[in-house]
T-cell receptor, first 112, second 112 residues
C-alpha cells in the first residue's frame, strides 16, 4: 500500500471548517483513499473513502486532486466532538482479508 | 444503529495465562478483524477472518494467537500464554461491504 504523510497536529475553531491534508504521492491506480478517526482511545471510526472522484457523506467531504497524489478531508462545521486523531489510509482494491494500515494520523484539536 | 460489541472492557491477567477476548460483530457482516494498539502507538492489524477461515494475518499474529467464530454471533481472539508485551487495547472490527470496517470499543488487556 502507498505511504501517506499527514501533519501530526492541527487546530480548528469550533464551527469552522476543518481541512485535513494527506499526501500520497506514490498512490497507484487501484488504490483507494480512506479516512478514519479515533476519538480518545475508542475504536477507529470510518469516515469516508474515494478512488478519484470527490465524495461527500453526512460526516465529511473528501477532495482528491486530479493526479491523486494528495487529498483533503473536510469537516464542514467542526464541533468539540470532532476532536480526534484522523487517519488517512491508502489501500488497494479491497478483498476479503484486506487489512487497514494505520499511520500516525493528524491529531485535530477543535477549540471553543 | 447496530454496533460491534466487545467483552470484557478491561482484562487483567498474569504473564503466561491464557486469555480470550470476545467480540460480537454486527449481525449480517461477513468479514471480521482483530487489531491492537499498544499505549501511545499505532493501531496494528492482527488478523482477518472470512468464511470460517483466516484470510490474512500479520507477523504479530504468531502461534500464540488464534481466532474462532464458535457460533453465529461471537468472534474470539485467544492468546495462549500472555507476555508483558501483549498489554494493549484490542479492537474487533467487522464489515459487510469490504470497504468500511466497523470497530468495537476495544478490550484493554493488562498483563502483569
Amino acid at each position: 500500500d502507498a505511504k501517506t504523510t499527514q501533519p501530526p497536529s492541527m487546530d480548528c475553531a469550533e464551527g469552522r471548517a476543518a481541512n485535513l491534508p494527506c499526501n500520497h504521492s506514490t498512490i497507484s491506480g487501484n488504490e483507494y483513499v480512506y479516512w478514519y478517526r479515533q476519538i480518545h482511545s475508542q475504536g477507529p471510526q470510518y469516515i469516508i473513502h474515494g478512488l478519484k472522484n470527490n465524495e461527500t457523506n453526512e460526516m465529511a467531504s473528501l477532495i482528491i486532486t486530479e493526479d491523486r497524489k494528495s487529498s483533503t478531508l473536510i469537516l464542514p462545521h467542526a464541533t468539540l466532538r470532532d476532536t480526534a486523531v484522523y487517519y488517512c489510509i491508502v489501500r488497494v482494491t479491497p478483498y476479503a482479508g484486506n487489512m487497514l494500515t494505520f499511520g500516525g494520523g493528524t491529531r485535530l484539536m477543535v477549540k471553543p | 444503529e447496530p454496533e460491534v460489541t466487545q467483552t470484557p472492557s478491561h482484562q487483567v491477567t498474569q504473564m503466561g495465562q491464557e486469555v480470550i477476548l470476545r467480540c460480537v460483530p454486527i449481525s449480517n457482516h461477513l468479514y471480521f478483524y482483530w487489531y491492537r494498539q499498544i499505549l501511545g502507538q499505532k493501531v496494528e492489524f492482527l488478523v482477518s477472518f472470512y468464511n470460517n477461515e483466516i484470510s490474512e494475518k500479520s507477523e504479530i499474529f504468531d502461534d500464540q494467537f488464534s481466532v474462532e467464530r464458535p457460533d453465529g454471533s461471537n468472534f474470539t481472539l485467544k492468546i495462549r500464554s500472555t507476555k508483558l508485551e501483549d498489554s494493549a487495547m484490542y479492537f474487533c472490527a467487522s464489515t459487510l461491504s469490504i470497504y468500511e470496517q466497523y470497530f468495537g470499543p476495544g478490550t484493554r488487556l493488562t498483563v502483569t
